[in-house]
């Protein structure tokens, strides 16, 4: 009998093997890596043509995640040409775009999305960060007004209609806006970073000061706190780890990543096609370098090396990238009341809605762990608590995203949607005691 249940499970899992192909790998596979190639070969092979476009949307999104973000265009613009124009491949190759400086071509795709989807604050979010970029404050403030006018809770659009005041020159309404954006998220360090330069600019040092102390608590990698603090005369104890993660993120971008790029101030890169470090900030205008950079460390594409680093490493790297923004080791004072248009720090254009993320917690991942943030243990003692995730030294937006991508021992294979990731890890993250 045991040898026919052996045999019976043996050919269970031969049946299991059988059924994988192409087209689940391209959909499901954890792997990042296996999910290029199953999207390649949907592509090359004989499948109908809506599979080729979801396949092509599908390689888009991966190579625009990894930072090929030429290759993310055409894929995406494949998609298009093989299928009705949706809200997905349209925004992705807005995204794309964007990276690529065709900060015109990305608005062009967000008007036709939101033409299909006309009230999603998601969309109207992302078309006021590419005005922005463009430098069209008016048009990026009604963008961003509409966006809270749907969704009144995004922390995210409040922090970047005030970076659109400062930039129209009503630094108090943007001040107002980073502190509505920090009571909505309280351990949002861009907005506390944000509103520090606001303060420094009209000539509050103190409010300055205890904002950028906060920024650097919350996210050692903000170099723009740490050079805050030096300005005003007032260093805190977390600018020695500040720097500390530049010493680090130098010496591993010299060990990994100098054989492609330009990893100094200076010089070309010896393959042409990867950029120069210092060029970074230059390829995502307005954006941290954080979550671009990360996932494309974390999600290789075809032509960049495969190697893994941890997300406390990721951290380093990007301080050290940091360090190299045009101005940030000199930085002039500019006159009382005017913007400084570098000191401003931007991010992905969605950090995550904190409800849906923990209505998301509580339907998907209760099962194992302690969800709830209170001290009771996890249903499953080899699953952390969520409170001990967000607790974690070091733990950062980019640390959950990358964290989540990996396949766990112990953790379900579970395809997390974009969306979904990043308002679980939003809502993680207002897990995090505040740090003294």
């Not at 265009?73 to 807005?94: C, F, I, K």
């Not at 003692?381 to 959950?400: E, V």
Request: charged share 20%.
């Amino acid at each position: 009998m045991k040898r026919l249940v052996i045999s019976l499970g043996a050919l269970w899992l031969a049946a299991g093997a059988a059924l994988a192909g192409p087209l689940e790998d391209c959909a499901q596979a954890r792997n990042s890596a296996a999910r290029l190639k199953g999207c390649s070969d949907v592509i090359a092979g004989a499948f109908s043509t809506d599979d080729k476009a979801r396949a092509y949307r599908n390689r888009a999104g991966l190579r625009l995640e990894a930072g090929a973000a030429a290759d993310a265009v055409n894929d995406y613009t494949q998609a298009l040409r093989l299928a009705p124009p949706d809200v997905a491949g349209l925004s992705g190759r807005a995204r794309a775009r964007i990276v690529m400086g065709d900060v015109a071509g990305a608005i062009q795709d967000y008007d036709e999305a939101l033409k299909l989807t006309p009230d999603s604050a998601t969309l109207l979010l992302a078309r006021g960060h590419a005005h922005y970029v463009r430098g069209n404050a008016k048009a990026a403030i009604a963008d961003f007004s509409e966006a809270l006018r749907i969704n009144p809770s995004s922390a995210s659009a409040f922090n970047q209609r005030g970076l659109a005041f400062r930039r129209s020159g009503d630094t108090e309404r943007a001040i107002a806006d980073y502190t509505s954006a920090i009571t909505i998220n309280p351990v949002y360090a861009l907005a506390y970073n944000n509103r520090g330069y606001a303060y420094e600019a009209i000539g509050k040092k103190a409010e300055a000061i205890a904002d950028f102390r906060a920024a650097l608590m919350l996210d050692a990698s903000l170099v723009g706190a740490r050079d805050g603090l030096a300005r005003l005369g007032a260093p805190a104890a977390t600018v020695a780890e500040t720097e500390q993660r530049i010493r680090e993120g130098r010496a591993l971008v010299s060990n990994y990543c100098i054989g492609c790029h330009a990893v100094g101030p200076t010089g070309d890169s010896p393959n042409p096609k990867a950029p120069p470090f210092r060029t970074l900030s230059a390829r995502h205008p307005g954006l941290s370098l954080r979550e671009p950079l990360s996932r494309g460390i974390a999600a290789p594409h075809d032509l960049m090396p495969k190697f893994a680093l941890t997300p406390d490493q990721v951290d380093t790297i990007i301080a050290y990238i940091n360090s190299l923004t045009p101005g940030a080791a000199k930085q002039v004072q500019p006159p009382k009341g005017k913007l400084a248009p570098w000191r401003v720090a931007t991010e992905a254009v969605e950090t995550g809605s904190i409800a849906d993320g923990r209505a998301y917690a509580q339907k998907t991942c209760a099962e194992c762990h302690n969800v709830s943030g209170s001290d009771a243990r996890s249903p499953n003692p080899k699953s952390p608590r969520f409170r001990d995730i967000a607790n974690t030294p070091g733990m950062t937006f980019t640390a959950l995203t990358v964290w989540s991508r990996s396949t766990h021992a112990t953790m379900p294979n579970i395809i997390i949607p974009q969306s979904d990731l990043e308002n679980l890890s939003a809502y993680i993250l207002s897990l995090r005691a505040q740090r003294q």
